[in-house]
């Protein structure tokens, strides 16, 4: 049988493979039997048809994203003009497109199989569409799966748009917003550390969805790759050692979240989760194989596809029955019950961890909660720098060890930041709340911006000649683009960082930063790019767009900190509490006490705050003074080289104008 015919009757039987496996697999976890017992009754059709959807769903979603990453990130661009994309691009533009629309008709009826689930209600009966609106508009559940939704229609319109690298890149971001919510939906939002058990799902799906949908458009795009096909499959296979890890450490920590014990990999649901973990290890096994034997076949003679094409088909059929267990175990009860925490501790429900002890200097500085997914991003950050330092200095190239230093400063404060006291009393008190977020925004971010990660990266890799965009290609993009260089003018990154605090704290967003996971996470992610934006303005040495004078940063510094300045005093003198919804709902209800630790954060912003802005200050008049001496040196150097030919002009040009004046 053709190499083409193999791939596409695999992937052709994928999805009822794949439900076959996920309604097995309910049955052996008794996920049905237990559904019909404690839940009202939506009828045969729901019960079935959910999960079938959901298994539709994931693999579009894959298969989506899997060609988008394809088309971004691995394939080249066309011979004559890299500036326009491939043949090879553009069918993985096409195929993406018509994946995308299954995405969008499989979300659809998941979300109305869904609200018929949660209504115990069938998809016929009368008023169901009342029903249907209800639970997509008003309840949390609904509201989060039709942002997904929203997110694959748009990405449904933009795909037949597309005629660029540029565009599959920013489809590729949308896609993933289609995706992230479906963390928020599952297991994960109910368990007891939904924090942990959220953000690694996040990681999970991300992982999966790069790892089984880029292997599919590999196999399906293999014929158009020609001489490429080592190239794209070395850099597929690069991205798929990183999906690997992600997959693995993540399935990790939800499997540790949901089995109490070594004695749960007895019940079904444990059992379930030991044949997902051995077929992930045989997997592993199977792409450490193809990349120590069968890559290097393909680096000598790019034609002979036939050894990969089956190696990689046998590893698509084990993921797509992995799939089908990975959609059995989303519906089926785990041995700890999820959600039952909130009728025991109200407060530990709405935290995800215990209620910390009263705030002292002791229990703020050892108190620790750790989020695993964020700790591993920033360690991965950490390692990966270490590697680039390693990389250009065993090449004889010099990296400053004070920027090193500071970059690994910086990781281990973020971890502290995100993990320890500042994370634990972060949601529980105001001024362990601003703690947090001055570190986030004023002490982090400026450690970052020491370190230069940008211009180690670009030291550290290689420029791509195909037109195909890695990571370095499409850092440079981000750096070159108008957006970048209107966000790197000193006025408007001081105006997003004075403007970012009155926004935050004196509106709804704060309250949503403490009472949700997706707030807490957008504030996180928002005060260290708005912070370091700002510091990079001021003492960045990364390529970038055209920097301010000296002089015009100091004032931009200035006037910004007087506001922050002005800021911390307006919560020192205030008397009206912010977000006092939040801490009724932790059960404190001491206004003056709350009013006193509001008053205390905003000492704390006032008094910190000069800190990192002394030392934003001094990093500014070095960086002038040492611009100051380069200038001096290279106009000496000139100067010798010429003769000092611009300074005989100059004096040149007065003697005519003496003479000018003389002869009036």
């Known amino acids: 049988m053709p190499e083409r ?9 994928a999805l009822p493979v794949s439900l076959a496996v996920a309604i097995l697999a309910m049955y052996f976890s008794e996920a049905l039997t237990t559904y019909r017992t404690t839940m009202a009754d939506p009828g045969d059709f729901v019960v079935h048809a959910r999960p079938a959807a959901r298994v539709v769903q994931d693999l579009s979603a894959a298969l989506t994203i899997g060609f988008l990453v394809l088309c971004a990130g691995l394939l080249p661009a066309s011979g004559r003009d890299k500036s ?3 043949f090879a691009q553009w069918k993985a533009l096409r195929w993406a497109g018509w994946s995308a629309g299954v995405w969008f008709v499989s979300s659809v009826a998941s979300l109305a199989l869904i609200a018929a689930d949660t209504a115990g209600q069938s998809m016929l009966s009368p008023g169901f569409f009342s029903i249907f609106l209800f ?19 748009i990405l449904v319109v933009m ?25 928020l939906a599952g297991h994960a939002a109910g368990s007891d550390d939904h924090g942990n058990a959220v953000n690694s799902l996040a990681l999970h799906l991300i992982g999966v969805c790069v790892w089984v949908g880029g292997l599919a458009a590999v196999l399906l795009l293999g014929s158009q790759l020609g001489k490429d096909t080592g190239r794209v499959l070395r850099r597929y296979s690069a991205l798929a050692v990183w999906a690997f890890g992600a997959v693995a450490f993540s399935g990790i920590i939800n499997a540790s979240l949901r089995l109490g014990s070594f004695a749960d990999l007895a019940t079904p649901y444990g059992i379930l989760v030991l044949v997902k973990v051995s077929s ?87 108190s620790w909660h750790p989020d695993w997914t964020i700790g591993l991003l920033i360690l991965v950050a950490g390692g990966a720098y270490l590697a680039a330092v390693v ?42 709340h601003m703690i947090q977020h001055m570190g986030l925004m004023m002490y982090a971010p400026v450690l970052f911006v020491l370190g230069a990660p940008i211009l180690l990266l670009l030291k550290a890799t290689r420029p791509r000649t195909d037109g195909s965009r890695g990571l370095r290609e499409w850092v440079l993009w981000l750096f070159r683009s108008r957006f970048s260089r209107f966000l ?40 260290l790019i708005t912070g370091y934006l700002f510091a990079w303005v001021l003492i960045g040495i990364d390529p970038g767009p055209a920097r301010s004078p000296y002089p015009f940063r100091l004032i931009i510094l200035l006037a910004t900190m007087a506001f922050h300045a002005f800021f911390g005093l307006s919560l020192l003198g205030g008397t009206e509490i912010l977000a006092p919804s939040w801490w009724a709902s932790l059960q404190l209800t001491d206004s003056a006490a709350l009013l006193a630790d509001q008053q205390r954060g905003g000492a704390i912003a006032w008094g910190i705050g000069e800190i990192p802005t002394v030392l934003l200050a001094l990093g500014v008049a070095m960086a002038w003074r040492k611009d100051d001496e380069r200038t001096a040196v290279r106009e000496d150097r000139a100067a010798d080289r010429d003769d000092d030919a611009k300074l005989t002009a100059y004096n040149q040009h007065l003697e005519s104008l003496q003479r000018r004046s003389s002869g009036r």
Request: net charge positive.
């Open 5 to 13: 015919s193999i791939v596409r009757v695999v992937l052709g039987i």
């Open 84 to 86: 326009i994309i491939g």
């Open 135 to 153: 639970f997509a508009t008003e309840l949390e559940l609904g509201q989060i799966l039709l942002v997904a939704l929203m997110a694959v229609l």
């Open 159 to 183: 795909l037949p748009m597309v005629r660029s690298t540029t565009g599959a890149g920013i489809a590729l971001g949308i896609a993933m917003l289609g995706i992230l919510p479906l963390a």
């Open 280 to 366: 992930l290890t045989a997997l592993g096994l199977a792409g450490w194989y193809q990349r120590r034997r069968i890559l290097p076949r393909l680096d000598r003679n790019p034609e002979d596809r036939r050894a990969f094409t089956i190696f990689g088909v046998s590893e698509a059929a084990l993921m797509i029955v992995t799939i089908g267990v990975s959609a059995g175990l989303a519906a089926s009860p785990p041995p700890v019950p999820q959600g039952s925490i909130a009728d025991v501790d109200l407060r530990r429900s709405l935290l995800g961890y215990p209620f910390p002890e009263p705030l002292t200097v002791s229990s703020f500085m050892t």
């Open 391 to 432: 990389k250009i200095r065993r090449r004889g190239d010099a990296w400053s060890i004070p920027r090193t230093l500071a970059f690994l400063a910086g990781c281990a404060l973020l971890i502290w930041l995100t993990s320890g006291g500042p994370a634990v009393y972060g949601r529980t008190s105001f001024s362990g």
């Open 488 to 527: 790197t003018r000193p006025p408007v990154a001081g105006l997003i960082f004075v403007g970012s605090m009155v926004g935050f704290y004196y509106s709804p967003i704060f309250d949503l930063a403490l009472s949700t996971h997706v707030g807490h996470v957008f504030m996180i992610v928002h005060f």
